[in-house]
């Protein structure tokens, strides 16, 4: 078999005794919701309020529940990383002595959603700036202070860029004339003519 | 006078004439009024003759209107219909438009594969950057993804299409 994937440390080891005591009911429900989240960057998957209910729900301690939440999105991620099978991550899982029905229920959550979840992982971009949306508006300049009787065609691009620290998408705005548009299309050809020499 | 008219059309063109006009300050014997007079005028003049565009105009219809105003002299209309039709016209840089927003002076970009990061071993994940610097001088680094560049191309063609309908439209044949 493979090198386990999931190392046999004392919290792991405190984390899976935990799982196994825990209620088999609600757990599928917990997994598939923290798989939902997991691409998330730095947040977290429950509100205040949903962690005092999970904590009624399987008897847990403030820190045990968190405990046996980072360590089942640690799996997951774990899982994300190496891309594994279900059944694969069922066997580590069942290696690290945790009891068959959860195991169980974490290969078929995985089986469920894995996929998405790794396709959402290959989403994330490390790069601060992201393009988020694509506006423009063609206009036909009929005069100007300089200029009398043009009738030129201009193109006004709006691109809506995305900054991480900032909520707020900063528009950038730049103005076409045809050709300079023309040009402009000219290289975003080249770049596709790239990517399809990739595949 | 000629001078006059190569300082005003250096000055259309957005030259600095500081030095000139002193110049010719210095040459003539005309008071600092007259002088301020006589440019602005001519600046004015011509300002608004360089605004239509050539078809408009008429050699000899140009001509005719300014010698209704008194007393212009007959080598300042040459001069005038030289500049206005000749080989002395400004360069359209200093009639050029400048009430626009930003242009896109530089666009440089790249391609990448991102083949593994720290939450995927095999991730194999082409990517885009893009730097757009634009003619206010601001520059603009920013990644794309794939489908968002597929967007941004198809829009752009969007636009040069209807770009092209609307100039071969009749609007625009309209002769004015």
Redesign the interface.
Known sequence: MAAPIVPETESIRKAVSLLNAVAAGRFPRLLSRLLQKLHLKAESSFSEEEEEKLQVAFSLEKQDLHLVLETISFILEQAVYHNLKPAALQQQLQSIHLDQDKAEAFASAWAAAGQDTIEKFRQRVLTPQKLETIGWQLNLQMAESMQAKLKSPRAVLELGVSNEDSKNLKKVFAEFSHQELFEFYNKLETIQAQLDSLT | IGFLFTVTVNALEGKDCKESVKLIAESTNLSEEQLAFLISGMYTLL?EAL???LS?FKQEVSSGSTQGLDQIPEDFIADFSSIVFGNRRPVSEG??????????QD?K?R?D?AIS?S?????L??????L?K?SDGTA???????A??Q???Y???L??K??ND??KRS??KIQ?
């Open positions: 300002r605004r239509l565009p408009t009639t050029a438009q400048r009430s626009r927003l930003p242009s896109v666009f970009w391609v594969v990061t939450s995927l071993a095999r991730a994940q082409p990517s885009i950057l893009m757009l634009l603009h680094r920013f990644e794309v993804p794939v968002k560049f967007e941004l191309r829009n752009v063609a636009i040069l209807e770009m609307l100039e609007i625009l004015d």
